[in-house]
């Protein structure tokens, strides 16, 4: 969405717009997933006419749709929200398992983590995803990261990486997507590994090790797994050798606890790794209030911020 004057567009302006596209196209074609009809709606937006193969007067009744997008500016924030609200819909429309979206505030507090661990002369960074889902993660952080960026994404899911890239592509956002098992990936000297690891049960090998000791692998040397994870995260390292792997060449550095209720079956932390043994560590561990409890959360930025004072230099 390319600035055309100083008119600016607000957050439902834009997905007004977007819902009622959907919404007439479900009407007029034969698509009937959801996602095909967000998908269709971003092709007909980014190229600013309707590709769809329609009647004259379907046409016609879609150009006046997206007529308030004319000659309007929509910030990339708005643009991202209106898109996950879609998203979400989706979900739900097509009845597929929520808790696919990450929460807008934990993209924003990562983004927060990510400028105080990169060193200030570093302003060029790749960042990964790897268990991307619909990319509300990553663009967030690109959204509010002041840095220039490289980014790599992937998930198994092929509508996801489709609305991914739909959603990059809506704010002008380059990124590298991967369709396949994340286990499978292999990039290296990622600068950040970011992710919400979603709630996988699966028999054998606990999954999240098995993919955070895969990701450290993709890190470059110094470099940061910043990653969401269920709050029993440690309870599965009985025999401690998840812990062991890992702490051969990395360390855990820090672990934010977020609000209670923040998710409604399962409570979930924030772990931070550098891949870099620290000599002598002593890691931050917050438990976050919730986000709209503004002097509460300050209390506890001011805690992260004297650890990053005391520590971190120190150290990095």
Known sequence: MQEKNENLGSLEQFYDVFDASCSYLYEVTNKKQYFDLILLTTKNILAGEVLNDLETEQVEKLNEIYKPLIDIDFSVEDIRKAMQAQVLKGIKEMNLENGLVTPDSIGIFITYLISRLNPKDKKEVSILDPLMGSGNLIMTIANHLNLSLKLYGCDHNEW?????????????????????????????????????????????????????????????????????????????????????????????????????????????????????????????????????DVNAFNQELVKLESWFDKFFKKES
């Open 160 to 292: 996801f990486t489709k609305l991914a890239k739909a959603l990059a592509d809506l704010i002008s956002e380059p990124i590298d997507i991967y369709l396949q098992d994340t286990l499978n990936l292999n990039l290296c000297q990622m600068d950040y590994i970011v992710f919400d690891m979603p709630n996988i049960n699966s028999e054998g090998n606990y999954f999240p090790y098995e993919a955070i000791l895969h990701y450290v692998k993709m890190l470059s040397d110094g470099g940061f797994i910043i990653g969401v994870v269920g709050n029993d995260f440690f309870d599965h390292d009985r025999n401690q050798n998840f812990k062991k792997e890992l702490m051969k060449d990395s360390t855990i550095i820090g672990i934010a606890e977020l609000p209670d209720g923040f998710f409604q079956n399962k409570p979930k932390s924030i772990i931070v790794i550098q891949k870099k043994v620290w000599e002598n560590k002593e890691c931050f561990m917050v438990k976050l209030p919730n986000f709209t």
